[in-house]
């Protein structure tokens, strides 16, 4: 991929543009349609039908609507904010996910940049999420706001501690933090020959991790059950309160772009990533795409489904979760993920 574009684009900046855009576009289109299925999903989970009208079939062309009715409303900006830092933080809070997209390896032949340490590269840039979240809640001088940021804060801190330690058991197989080589060691099939050679098959402990990441995930993604930081039911609207318009939009968008974010980085950790299912059938770069946004998708669906089933947890029980339960098995189960890379 990119020998071709520069052969055609000699210019080096102009090659470095056209792969930025290239995640860009596909998250711009993604988040467009996952706003529009979501509401498909909480209409038939709630025995309605969500969007009908707009746009025709299934009112396929809604978020296209809404994108043009927040376009126009007025940017509104509290008389006694830090303007400065009130306007920074939604782009800050996009550009944390959007940057992460560097490193996930989305075909054989299209990675950002394949850096050696991807992994320590993904939990560094995503970290400053939880940073512009603070930012706007600080800034936006409103007590429900500040709340919801200091929410993120704990819930943040706390969470990315199973983060890291269920990524780190998929480091303890593969022995490398460069993604695109992690994607590459789960080509083809195990020796059982009908299973791929996945990490989620790799021995009996991995679905336990990738079951401990998901949770984790959620609660990075601020999503139902772990919703605090904006739980509308107690703070209206938490850190995005007092913001408006696009700001507001910017937000709504970054939180879709984490859900495929984190949703990509399991795919490639634990479900093969760009590799097909079925062995060497539907394979190659353009297949590639397909198979980790696919894979991706059925994770999203889940995300979405669960939002829409479970309630929210409080505070205390929020913690407990974290520190009590998920942390103390996320370590347990790292030692045995070592003890059956060094007996088997």
Same mark, same amino acid.
């Given at each position: 991929m990119q020998q071709f574009l520069e052969s055609y684009l000699p210019a080096a900046p102009l090659v470095v543009l056209v792969y930025a855009m290239i995640p860009l576009m596909i998250i711009l289109l993604y988040a467009l349609f996952a706003i529009w299925f979501e509401r498909k999903v909480a209409g038939h989970i709630q025995d309605r039908l969500g969007p009908m009208r707009v746009g025709g079939w299934? @009112?396929? *062309?809604? *978020?296209i609507a809404d994108l043009l009715k927040i376009l126009q409303k007025e940017d509104i900006v509290p008389a006694k904010a830090d303007r400065f830092l009130f306007k920074l933080a939604p782009f800050i809070a996009f550009a944390a *996910? +959007? @940057? &992460? +997209? &560097?490193?996930i390896p989305l075909s054989s032949e299209y990675i @950002? *940049?394949?850096i050696d340490v991807g992994v320590f590269y993904f939990i560094a840039i995503t970290s400053l999420l939880s940073i512009s979240i603070i930012m706007a809640g600080w800034a936006s001088n409103n007590k429900w706001s500040l709340l919801g940021a200091m929410r993120t804060a704990a819930q943040t801190v706390s969470y990315e501690v199973p983060t890291v330690v269920t990524i780190l058991s998929v480091i303890v197989v593969t022995g490398t933090l460069n993604l695109m080589e992690v994607t590459e060691m789960q080509s083809g099939n195990t020796t059982l020959g009908f299973l791929p050679n996945w $990490? $989620?098959?790799h021995s009996p402990f991995m679905l336990l991790a990738f079951v401990l990441f998901f949770i984790a995930a959620l609660a990075e993604a601020h999503r139902v059950p772990f919703d605090l930081p904006e739980s509308e039911s107690e703070l209206v609207g938490g850190y995005q309160t007092e913001y408006s318009g696009m700001r507001w939009a910017v937000f709504m968008l970054t939180e879709y772009v984490d859900l495929l974010l984190l949703s990509l980085i399991g795919v490639v950790l634990f479900f093969g990533g760009w590799n097909s299912p079925f062995g060497s059938f539907m394979d190659g770069p353009v297949w590639g795409v397909f198979w980790s946004v696919s894979k991706a998708m059925v994770l999203v669906f889940v995300m979405m489904w669960l939002r829409w089933t479970l309630p929210r947890l409080r505070v205390d029980q929020l913690m407990n979760l974290c520190w009590k339960y998920l942390i103390p098995i996320c370590f347990v189960n790292l030692i045995l993920i070592a003890l059956w890379e060094m007996l088997f």
């Open positions: 299934h @009112g396929w *062309s809604q *978020s *996910s +959007y @940057g &992460a +997209y &560097a490193v @950002g *940049s394949m $990490i $989620i098959f």
